[in-house]
């Protein structure tokens, strides 16, 4: 089986958990936390650009501990798009807050402007928008929009470390930037999520969030939780993001090899980079008018790692529907209806992009 993702572990990676091991310094629950950790945030923030990074033990963690800074309670909204994983909504559930969902745009997969601004109420405090499989979303409405109401952004940058709007790096762009280092990802600890600000107060809060709300030890001065990123994820990641920049040119090379060999196949809509856009390629995702779901299992039985993201929009979800969210998303239903990703990491040879692309010629082939 061609593998959808592969994580890259080299030497690197495995002489520095092996330092932290012999170390016998697993974890800190300091503020600044650990010495790996320091290293991890200062790498991660200079490849940002931003002024702080936080590190913490997942994507999930970094979307609640911004909520949480942001002071997101029972009173206040969050909008996000319906067409994505579900914990950029959920976080917000988890603060007692209310979610909207927008619609997407169908050529890039990330929210309408559009739809976002009939979405805005009086009690909107943050908007959440998604940097969907790598490709940027389009910032500077989504700021105008926010703007005019005084409501936070909170991008959802889990998918796309490394990727620009227009020259800028996603998660520096809002208030907070939050990041996945899950074993799928651009880099990976395993686990792992990043926070990215330039407001000095809101990396104070998320600091203390991380680890109990706590400044000094046994302090807890606002409320939080553990959340903290243990010592041998920190140096996994520093030798990650290291190798970030070669990663992303050799996602970018197998992203021109499969469209350039599968752009005009009929019926078959493959993936876009707008012009504002430098995508990381983090995922490679197709489209295609019917039986999908054939298609795909098609590819897996003939050793293709096909996936589906996300095979049911947010709105659609039994979790939403039981609580009464009935809103009509279109464009977020068809994607979930007729969208699958294909293998694009570093790791495919020459053999397996070639296999991809025959595999995938035969199914269409067959099933449209």
Request: aromatic share 8%; with cysteine; proline share 4%.
């Amino acid at each position: 089986m061609i593998p959808i993702n592969k994580p890259i572990m080299e030497k690197e990676e495995k002489e520095a958990v092996l330092r932290v091991l012999d170390s016998k310094y697993l974890t800190d629950s300091s503020f600044e936390g650990g010495k790996n950790v320091k290293e991890f945030e200062r790498l991660f923030r200079e490849c940002i650009g931003t002024k702080h990074a936080i590190a913490v033990n997942s994507g999930t963690s970094a979307l609640l501990a911004a909520l949480l800074a942001l002071g997101l309670d029972k009173h206040d909204e969050t909008i996000t798009p319906g067409f994505t994983f579900s914990s950029t909504a959920t976080t917000s559930l988890l603060l007692g807050a209310n979610v909207n969902f927008a619609d997407i745009q169908l050529k890039t997969y990330c929210i309408s402007p559009d739809s976002l601004e009939k979405k805005i109420s009086k009690t909107s405090k943050v908007i959440i928008p998604v940097h969907l499989y790598g490709h940027p979303a389009q910032m500077d409405e989504i700021r105008e929009i926010g703007g005019k109401s005084g409501i936070y952004i909170v991008e959802d940058a889990a998918q796309s470390l490394g990727s620009k709007y227009k020259g800028k790096m996603t998660g520096s762009i809002g208030s907070i930037g939050c990041f996945s280092l899950y074993a799928t990802k651009i880099i990976t600890c395993g686990e792992g999520g990043i926070l990215t600000t330039n407001d000095d107060e809101l990396a104070e809060k998320m600091r203390m969030i991380r680890s109990h709300g706590q400044m000094h030890g046994y302090d807890a001065r606002i409320l939080g939780l553990n959340l903290r990123m243990p010592e041998i994820e920190a140096a996994i990641g520093i030798e990650q993001i290291k190798k970030l920049g070669k990663f992303i040119g050799v996602r970018r090379e197998n992203a021109k090899f499969l469209i350039d060999q599968l752009s005009q196949i009929e019926g078959v809509r493959t993936p876009v980079e707008e012009d504002y856009a430098e995508t990381n390629w983090s995922i490679f995702t197709v489209q295609v008018k019917k039986r999908r779901d054939e298609i795909v299992k098609y590819l897996r039985d003939k050793g293709v790692g096909a996936m589906v993201y996300y095979p049911i929009s947010l709105n659609k979800l039994p979790f939403f529907e039981l609580r009464g969210y009935f809103s009509s998303l279109p464009n977020c239903e068809e994607a979930a209806n007729h969208v699958f990703s294909l293998p694009i990491h570093p790791l495919l040879s020459e053999e397996d992009k070639n296999i991809i692309i025959s595999v995938f010629k035969s199914a269409i082939k067959k099933f449209l």
